[in-house]
C-alpha cells in the first residue's frame, strides 16, 4: 500500500474514532452516572450484533453564532442507521446528549428525517430514541423547522411503518409531538422526562409546584396521562420491551404478518376456564386469566397495562397466527367503559387495523360509566372513539362474550353490528339493554308502588328472576343471528383459531374518501 492510500486510510479510521467519541470522556461518565448509555452504547444494545450501518457520522452543522463556528462534533449530537432486531431490518437514530444535551439543529434534524425517509420508502419500522434538551437554542428558527419537518414525516409514516419512541433522558416542549404521534411510546423509570412546559414554567405561570418526575416522569405518563406504552425498569428492559414488540407487528402496512412459531397444541383445552366465570354475576374475575389461557404459551404483551385498568390491550398468538387483544377487565371498576378505556382501545385497535393485524375482542361490559364527571369530560365524544374504530377497522374481528355485553357497550365491543367476522358467546353471556336490577327497576315501577318490606323484596326477587331468564343469556342474540356460535369456555383456544384461520384472506374495503372524522 502507498503512502498516500496509508494516509487517506488513516484519516478515516481518526475521523471514525473521533466521530465515536461523543462529546468526550467527561461528558460520557456523566451520561453513565446519571445511569444512562450513551447513543452509542444504545443501538448496539438495541440491535442484533454485527447489523448496523450507519449513516452521516461526519455530518455537521452549519451555525456560525454564539461561537459554534468553533464547536462541532461529528454526527452533529445524533446517531443514524440501519439494523436488525430479531432479524427484522429497522431503522434508527439515536440522539446523543453528550453533544450540546442532544439538543436539535438544522444538520441534526436532517439526519433524522433523512433516516425516517429511508425507513418509510423501504418499508421498515422505525425506531427514535430521545435524549435532548430540545430545539438547539443557538440555532433558533432552524430547530424549530428542523422539528416540524420530524412532524411531519411522523404524520406521513403513521398507518404505513411502525414507529417507536424510546424516551430516555429529557423530552420537552414541542419536541414531545414526535413521540405523540408515533404508535408506541417506551418511558424508562427515572430518567426519563416528557412535558410541554417543565416545572419553571409551571411555577412561574400557575404558582404550582411539582418536581419533573411526578409531572413528567415514567410513572405519570403510565398511570395518569397515559402517554407511555411500556414503562421499563432500566435500559436494557427496554431494548428488551423492543424485540418483545417488534416480533409481534408487521413491518409495514404492505407485509402481512408471519406465524410465530408455538409448541402449544391449538387443541388444547382451556379446561382451567370452566371455573374462572363465578356463579354470581356481580362478582368479579381476572379476564386476564381467560387471556392467558388461550392464547401461545402464556405469551402476552401488555400494552398501557397501568392506564385504564378496567380495559386490557395487547398482543399475543393464538395457533402461531399474531393478533391484538381487546378486552374489558371485569376485576377493575367492574369493566365499565369510560373516558380513558375508550381511548385506549380506540387507538389500539387503530393501530391494528392499520397493520392488518387481527383483534380478538373479549367481553365483559356493564355499559359505559355514569357521572357528571364522565358526561362533562366528553364520554360522548371519548366513547364515539371505540365505536369508529371498530365500525372502520377491516382486519379479521372475532369477539368473545364471556359475560356482560350491556346496553351501547355491547354494540361498540366489536359486535356483528359494526362488521365483526364472528361473534361467540359463552354460556354465562348476559346480552340485554341493562342488568336485572336496573331493568326491574324501570320497566316494573308500577308493580312494585305500594309494596314494602319482605312483600317488596319478594316480587322484586320474582321480577329479577324472569327478567334474567327471558334477557341474561345469549340465546335471543343466537336466534337473531347476532351471534355465529355459543361455546363451552374450554373450547375458545381452538374455536378460536379455527376462526381466525378461516379469516385468513379477508377482504372488505371501505367506501373510497379522503380520510373520516373521527371524533378526535
Ligand atoms: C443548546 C443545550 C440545550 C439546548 C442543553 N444544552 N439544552 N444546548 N440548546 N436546548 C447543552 C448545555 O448547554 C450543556 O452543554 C449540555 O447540553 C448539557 O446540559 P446540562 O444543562 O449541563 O445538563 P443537565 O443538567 O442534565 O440538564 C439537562 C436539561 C437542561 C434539563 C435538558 O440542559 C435544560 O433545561 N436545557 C434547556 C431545555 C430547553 O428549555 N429546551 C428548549 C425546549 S423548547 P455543555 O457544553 O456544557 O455540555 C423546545 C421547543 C421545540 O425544544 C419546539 C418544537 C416545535
Not at 155 to 160: A, D, L
Not at 177 to 204: C, L, N, Q, R, W
Amino acid at each position: 500500500m502507498s503512502d498516500v492510500i496509508e494516509g487517506k486510510r488513516e484519516y478515516l479510521a481518526n475521523l471514525r474514532i473521533e466521530a465515536e467519541e461523543c462529546g468526550g470522556s467527561e461528558r460520557v461518565g456523566k451520561q453513565h452516572k446519571s445511569g444512562k448509555y450513551t447513543a452509542r452504547e444504545r443501538v448496539k444494545r438495541l440491535v442484533d450484533p454485527n447489523t448496523f450501518i450507519e449513516f452521516d457520522k461526519f455530518v455537521t452543522h452549519r451555525c456560525n453564532q454564539f461561537g459554534m463556528e468553533n464547536k462541532k462534533y461529528l454526527g452533529d449530537g445524533v446517531v443514524t442507521g440501519l439494523g436488525e432486531i430479531n432479524g427484522q431490518k429497522i431503522a434508527l437514530y439515536s440522539q446523543d446528549f453528550t453533544c450540546w444535551g442532544g439538543a436539535l439543529g438544522n444538520a441534526h434534524a436532517n439526519k433524522i428525517c433523512k433516516i425516517m425517509d429511508y425507513a418509510l420508502r423501504n418499508r421498515i419500522p422505525i425506531i427514535g430514541i430521545s435524549d435532548s434538551g430540545g430545539a438547539r437554542i443557538q440555532e433558533g428558527v432552524e430547530s424549530l423547522g428542523g422539528y416540524a419537518e420530524i412532524f411531519y414525516r411522523n404524520v406521513k409514516c403513521s398507518g404505513v411503518i411502525p414507529q417507536l419512541s424510546l424516551i430516555m433522558g429529557p423530552c420537552a416542549g414541542g419536541a414531545v409531538y414526535s413521540p405523540a404521534i408515533t404508535d408506541f411510546v417506551f418511558m424508562v423509570e427515572k430518567s426519563s422526562y416528557m412535558f410541554v412546559t417543565g416545572p419553571e414554567v409551571i411555577k412561574t405561570v400557575t404558582h404550582e409546584e411539582v418536581t419533573k418526575e411526578d409531572l413528567g416522569g415514567a410513572k405519570a405518563h403510565s398511570e395518569i396521562s397515559g402517554v407511555s406504552s411500556f414503562t421499563c425498569k432500566d435500559e436494557d428492559d427496554c431494548f428488551e420491551r423492543v424485540r418483545e414488540l417488534l416480533q409481534f407487528i408487521p413491518p409495514s402496512n404492505f407485509s402481512k404478518t408471519t406465524k410465530k412459531w408455538t409448541s402449544d397444541p391449538v387443541s388444547r383445552e382451556n379446561s382451567k376456564l370452566k371455573h374462572v366465570i363465578p356463579d354470581n354475576p356481580k362478582k368479579p374475575y381476572d379476564m386476564r386469566e381467560i387471556i392467558l389461557d388461550i392464547i401461545d404459551d402464556g405469551n402476552f404483551l401488555e400494552v398501557q397495562r397501568d392506564y385504564a385498568k378496567n380495559i386490557i390491550v395487547g398482543f399475543s398468538s393464538i395457533g402461531g397466527i399474531k393478533i391484538g387483544i381487546v378486552a374489558n377487565q371485569p376485576a377493575h371498576l367492574a369493566g365499565v367503559l369510560d373516558i380513558d378505556s375508550s381511548v385506549k382501545a380506540a387507538r389500539f385497535v387503530r393501530f391494528c387495523d392499520a397493520f392488518d393485524i387481527p383483534i380478538l375482542t373479549l367481553v365483559d361490559v356493564p355499559g359505559f360509566l355514569p357521572g357528571t364527571h364522565q358526561e362533562f369530560g366528553g364520554i360522548i365524544k371519548h366513547g364515539s372513539k371505540l365505536l369508529y374504530a371498530f365500525s372502520e377497522a377491516t382486519t379479521p374481528l372475532v369477539t368473545v362474550i364471556t359475560r356482560k355485553a350491556y346496553g351501547g357497550a355491547y354494540d361498540v365491543m366489536a359486535s356483528k353490528h359494526i362488521r365483526a367476522d364472528v361473534n361467540l358467546a359463552y354460556p354465562s353471556a348476559e346480552i340485554a339493554v341493562m342488568g336485572a336490577e336496573g331493568a326491574v327497576n324501570i320497566v316494573f315501577r308500577k308493580e312494585l308502588v305500594g309494596l314494602e318490606g319482605e312483600e317488596l323484596e319478594e316480587k322484586r326477587k320474582e321480577l329479577v328472576s324472569s327478567y334474567e331468564k327471558e334477557f341474561a343469556n345469549p340465546y335471543k342474540a343466537a336466534e337473531l343471528g347476532y351471534l355465529d356460535n355459543i361455546i363451552f369456555p374450554e373450547e375458545t383456544r381452538e374455536i378460536v383459531y379455527k376462526y381466525f384461520c378461516s379469516l385468513e384472506h379477508k377482504r372488505h374495503y371501505l367506501p373510497k374518501r379522503k380520510h373520516g372524522n373521527i371524533q378526535l
